[in-house]
């Protein structure tokens, strides 16, 4: 069958155990020309499948399609409370509040006390800067500076909307990390194995196995695997001449 967004998924899913399944890619299937019905789309399908010349893309087992949700939707999560995070200092900034010019971490312990007691309508800037903890109390003077604002009520209403919203989407993304932990586990020997690699941590880990899975004999070498994630540029030549061999677009 034919990959056709999330539509294919069901179908493959249902037949998967029982006969040998293959998802082409569309572009592989251009049919004649003015001949364009699902019934012959079928039967043109059958034919270059009949005579190899299509190759199946990649669909993941079962165990790596479950922990493949798992690291999209956690990683859509931490997408997700990063917005947040920029949407609560847009607020801030129209409200003339500069915390973030002071405060390296508008999140950390100093920044979200000062948040609470303005969403709980203290404005005095010297009781608002008396909150700041560690190295950012020799900062207390230019606190006062930038929490000298116009902070309304409809700011107070957003701002603790925003931070009740980012420590939902922490909790979220903790029960997250809990349940891929043990979907993952039979594969842990191939993260520590990644976790090998400079500058691959534990969650670039678990992605890598969920993306493309264990079985590397799926792809048959290295430079195939490149291919398929898009990290190679392509080979265009004709006449003598190089052409444009940009890399595709992959997913991220």
Not at 43 to 65: D, T, Y
Not at 127 to 140: C, D, E, S
Not at 203 to 226: C, K, N, Q, Y
């Amino acid at each position: 069958m034919e990959a056709t967004g999330v539509y294919w998924k069901p179908v493959f899913y249902v037949l998967e155990d029982e006969l040998e399944c293959q998802l082409l890619n569309a572009r592989h299937l251009k049919n004649v020309p003015g001949r364009k019905t699902d019934v012959k789309d079928a039967e043109w399908i059958a034919q270059l499948v009949e005579h190899g010349l299509v190759r199946p893309s990649f669909v993941p087992p079962k165990p790596i399609r479950e922990l493949r949700n798992l690291t999209r939707y956690r990683k859509a999560q931490i997408e997700e409370r990063t917005r947040e995070a920029q949407r609560l200092d847009k607020i801030l900034q129209d409200a003339g509040v500069k915390l973030s010019s002071v405060a390296s971490n508008l999140l950390g312990v100093s920044g979200r006390a000062m948040l609470a007691a303005l969403v709980e309508g203290t404005r005095d800037p010297e009781v608002l800067a008396g909150l700041a903890r560690g190295q950012l109390r020799k900062k207390i003077p230019t606190l006062q500076q930038a929490l000298r604002g116009r902070f309304g009520a409809h700011h107070a209403l957003i701002v603790g909307t925003i931070l009740s919203k980012l420590e939902f989407d922490v909790e979220v993304i903790a029960h997250l990390s809990a349940e891929i932990e043990q979907v993952i586990a039979p594969f842990e020997a191939e993260v520590q194995l990644l976790r090998t690699i400079p500058g691959v941590d534990r969650r670039t880990a678990e992605a890598l196995v969920a993306e493309i899975g264990v079985d590397m004999t799926r792809f048959g070498s290295a430079a195939r695997l490149v291919s398929w994630a898009g990290m190679c540029p392509g080979n265009d030549e004709s006449a003598g001449k190089q052409r444009s061999g940009k890399t595709r677009k992959g997913s991220k």
